[in-house]
């Protein structure tokens, strides 16, 4: 992209750098003037979901991003709030009901910021019957999400998972019996 310098809006003379503001834009200043300009740079439409996964999974700041967007740390938290808000899709109902010994597989792909990526998959052919993000309080959203599977009418006859904690105290309370 083509950086123009920005120039003085009274003398027309093109501007210096001084400093930066505090979202880290920089901030020119005309030196015979003394007259300062935040200059824009002209950007397509930003993509707010490419910044998101930025955020969660290369653990990038709240700063560094508005460094590069040149949005507020602010502005970029509401829209994140979003995509933390949304599901992800529903999964296609597997019919299992003819096999005979199926466990459950818990897999957690740990993404930065304490995120979770949790995937549910069943030991017959390792089908994904469920997919959730957890953050904080894993052990409670992944109770939910292993009631969830029950209510889809899932049956398992135990547990397989990496033994994290919060995993372990999820299907401690959902499934007290079943070897895990
Ligand atoms: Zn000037």
Avoid at 81 to 98: G, H, M, T
Avoid at 124 to 131: F, G, M, S, Y
Avoid at 149 to 161: E, K
Wanted: aromatic share 12%; net charge positive.
């Amino acid at each position: 992209m083509g950086n123009k310098r920005p120039t003085c809006i009274s003398c027309k003379k093109p501007l210096t750098v001084w400093g930066k503001t505090p979202y880290g834009k920089k901030r020119y200043g005309c030196n015979t003037c003394r007259i300062t300009r935040v200059y824009r740079r002209q950007r397509i439409k930003t993509d707010f979901f490419s910044l998101f996964r930025q955020y969660v999974l290369w653990g990038h700041t709240y700063e560094q991003l508005a460094d590069q967007s040149g949005y507020t740390p602010q502005y970029l938290q509401s829209k994140f709030q979003l995509f933390f808000s949304q599901k992800p899709p529903e999964l296609p109902l597997l019919d299992l009901s003819n096999q005979t010994e199926i466990f459950l597989l818990l897999d957690g792909l740990w993404l930065k910021r304490g995120f979770i990526l949790m995937a549910y998959r069943q030991s017959k052919n390792l089908t994904i019957l469920h997919i959730s993000v957890v953050g904080r309080e894993a052990a409670s959203k992944i109770a939910k999400d292993l009631k969830h599977l029950l209510f889809l009418g899932y049956r398992f006859t135990g547990v397989v998972s990496d033994g994290g904690t919060g995993i372990v105290k999820a299907v401690g309370e959902v499934f007290p019996h079943k070897p895990h």
